[in-house]
């Protein structure tokens, strides 16, 4: 079982950025496909972004498509999630998943990490 822990969280105003980073430890991410989900209070847990194994494919959630940026580094064992224009609808916990398979739904998801709020501010 993989331990992710994910940083960069905090609070921005809305048109700033952000990137938040997830470390993997005790096995691992090498050729799985990885994901960022978010959840805002009362509000159900949502894809955000996806990576394929082999970090050629990508798909981002509707609300976030043109805004942000997955990426990984798996030297590093590392996820990325590079976050602009952020906007006060963004403010959620967000999570890092290491997934059983290559779609951006909670089912598929086999790990996750504590999570790391984000606040938008207007």
């Known amino acids: 079982q993989v331990q992710l822990l994910e940083s960069g969280g905090g609070s921005v105003q809305v048109g700033g950025s952000l990137r938040l980073s997830c470390s993997a430890f005790?096995?691992?991410?090498?050729?799985?496909?990885m994901a960022w989900f978010r959840q805002a209070p009362g509000k159900e847990r949502e894809g955000v972004a996806r990576?394929?194994?082999?970090?050629?494919?990508?798909a981002y959630g509707d609300s976030v498509s043109g805004r942000v940026t997955i990426s990984r580094d798996d030297t590093q064992s590392m996820l990325y999630l590079q976050m602009n224009s952020l906007k006060p609808e963004d403010t959620a916990m967000y999570y890092c998943?290491?997934?059983?398979?290559?779609?951006?739904?909670?089912?598929?998801?086999?790990?996750w990490g504590q999570g790391t709020q984000v606040t938008i501010s207007s």
């Open positions: 998943a290491r997934l059983r398979a290559c779609a951006l739904v909670t089912e598929y998801v086999s790990d």
């Open positions: 005790g096995d691992t991410i090498s050729g799985y496909c």
């Open positions: 990576i394929s194994g082999s970090g050629l494919s990508t």
